[in-house]
């Protein structure tokens, strides 16, 4: 077989804000359906405990008041480049999935000008022009979508080494009158990713995409608060919760089948499942779906690594969190060794999903 390009990651980072925001921090909130209309006969200990035995978030991160997306990227890129043992300065392309782009403490405005990538480059004083910025704004696949277009970027041969980061800060766009506000939290995480000349596929050896807009779209848009007295001029993320797990339950083990078709591998080759941390009931269900596409119904124990339950829902930040939390060895009894086929996926507003088949 003659040698390919593969994308490879070569080392992996994370920023997890130190600020931890328990369950018990919504105690004293006042909660509001969409039609705008108190909650009633439900306390808040209730509200809560039903959140919780629906998604299994127990606690969250929160940044501290003085830090920006942009400032925990660059702190997950830090992490990183030591990780690979590479200098930032190396660096070709910085692509940052996010979402709001940088939103200042006490103002729910998004700030994109410039792009995030920039802001980045900027506060990593990394001089060289020909290190291009890139942002992808792609909803909580951002990240994934991101690797997709570091790959095109490596195998083209126009870039040889990049980071590619998913950063997001939710806890400033979140309506605190919404139930939905419990799910957000920030983070940010980073890999580096490098071209490799390989007679046998290892990286990213394949991927599939898509994007429901038509019906889909407004699963997951901004909106005003719930409370209509919070003032009409804020908008906040908004989320048809019932309408988006039965999107992502009927929609991605699909896609996951069509990404492991196109490596030419089977789920039985597959040791870990890296899935978006948007709900662990939904991810759960996801899992369950694609083992019953392929007629299987013991699912392996510790497939699919889970984080949500200690960090939340940071978007586009949980998929590479949560690798580099496995990678450096941070969770009991999850690991990836060298040759193990691995799934990197997600999925989250627009709809869109993506799939990654990864070789170590």
Known sequence: MSKQTYTRIIGTGSYLPPQIIKNSYFLNHEFYEPSKTKIEGKTNEEIIQKFKEITNIEERRYVADDQLTSDIAVLA???????????????????IGHNFGDINHGNVRTDVLPGLANKVKM????????????????GCPGWTQAMIVAD?????????????????????ISDPHDRDSMIYADGAGATIVEGVESDEPTGIIAHSSRSDSVKFANLLTLGESNNPNFGSNELFIKMAGRKLYIYAI????????????????????????????????????????L???????????????????????????????????????????????KGDYTVLCSVGAGMNINSIVYKW
């Not at 890129?77 to 692509?95: H, R, V």
């Open 291 to 337: 083992f019953k596409l392929y007629g299987e119904k013991n699912i392996p124990e510790g497939i699919m690594p889970m984080s949500i339950h200690r960090l939340g829902n940071s978007s586009t930040a949980t998929v590479p969190t949560l690798l580099d939390l496995v990678m450096k060895g941070k969770m009991e009894g999850q690991e990836v060794n």
């Open 123 to 138: 506060k990593l004083k990394i001089k060289n022009p020909s290190c291009i910025c890139h942002d992808v704004i792609s």
């Open 250 to 289: 009927t929609t991605v083990p699909g896609l996951v089948k069509e990404s492991l078709e196109k490596a030419g591998l089977e789920l039985a080759d597959i040791k870990k499942i890296f899935i978006h941390q948007a709900n662990e009931k939904m991810d759960e269900a996801i899992l369950s779906n």
């Open 77 to 95: 890129i830090q992490d990183a480049c030591e990780s690979a043992g590479i200098s930032q300065d190396s660096l070709d392309f910085i692509i």
């Open 152 to 172: 095109a970027y490596i195998k083209s041969g126009f870039m040889k080494r990049g980071v590619v980061v998913g950063a997001d800060v939710l806890s400033r």
